[in-house]
């Protein structure tokens, strides 16, 4: 892995060369960690700490760096631009923490248009000859990996708040985001538990998993490293929920219609597990709404899709309901509110 020197980035630069920035910071940062790794053990270096490092350079939009570096520009851009690359970093360490052990809870067979590492892990064990123990095995080292991703995100991030004056509300941002990504998928884990279809459970739990994680704390991240007020840190905060939660439908619209080439995962997972979407919540509202039984059956939270065919059933009944024209049109009310001067509470889409 060649060694870069990352340039400061200033509010001149696009998204793009802001994402190109924070990736030499993030290819810095793995070289330093898998050097660190091969130095305790080898074989956990190549087989869990290479894969893991693979997967972070080799996949995502770096969504969450770019709101840190909005966040920062909004506030004023003062300070150390390093600082909020730095950050974007460990967000990205995080992001494929939650992306590992969410592979794992809802068993997603591949991501990033790869396969998710739970499954590269088993097919490891299994070419290894230990076909009993290969699913368990795969799925054991996935938790170990996201893990060590979380362990990465915490000391880059620990290392960033060291070295501002805006140090310790920085860490407190990032204590808090933490918490709430935990809470939103322990959430959607209860909701699936509980075979939930509440259209108010579905708001709540992509504001915690998704909005608030992708968007809201990113955007006060970098705000903080510029110094910015509670004031701009709360107007921040609001838009950022209503921007996140209109990033949440659009991909439960995709979990469900998008085409797995352009996309990069399945579109049948969300549907199968019967995941508590706000698609799936409105569907079922507006089915028992219009006397829609036989959708309402179809999407019920306690049938069973079983085959490829009953999931087109599902597809089907999705549309009949209305539901995708509706989570569009709460999608748009979103997006207007996300860039409006005065973001309302994003339960009013429900």
Known sequence: MPARAAEPVDDAFSPSEVAHAAD???????????????????VFAQDLAGRLAALIEHGGKRL?????????????????PTAVLHT?????????????HDNVMDESARRRGAPSLHVELARQHWAAGMHGSARSFGTSAAVLAGDLALAWADDMLTETALNTPH??????????????????QYRNLSAQAARSSGVDEALEIAVLKSAQYTVARPLALGATLAGADDDVLD???????????????????????????????????DLRSRKL???????????????????????????????????ERMRAALR?????????????????RATGADPRRTDEVA
């Open 24 to 42: 030499i910071v993030l290819e810095l940062a793995l070289d330093v960690r898998l050097r660190q790794s091969r130095a305790v053990d080898p």
């Open 64 to 80: 969450r760096t770019a709101f840190a570096h909005c966040g920062w520009q909004a506030a004023g851009g003062s300070g150390d």
């Open 88 to 100: 974007g970093a460990a967000l990205e360490l995080l992001q494929a923490c939650a992306l590992v």
């Open 167 to 184: 140090g310790a509300r920085l860490h407190a941002e990032w204590r808090a985001m933490r918490t709430e990504m935990v809470a939103g």
């Open 235 to 269: 107007a921040l905060r609001a838009a950022g929920r209503c921007a996140g939660l209109a990033f949440q439908l659009q991909d439960d619209l995709l979990g469900a219609f998008g085409v797995p080439a352009v996309t990069g995962k399945p579109a049948d997972d």
């Open 277 to 311: 979407t706000y698609l799936l919540a409105v569907a079922l509202r507006l089915a028992g709404a219009t006397g829609d039984d036989d959708a309402a059956a179809v999407l019920a939270p306690d049938a069973d899709p079983g085959s490829a065919r009953a999931v």
């Open 320 to 336: 009949r309901t209305g539901a995708p024209p509706a989570v569009r049109r709460a999608f748009e009310t979103l997006v207007r």
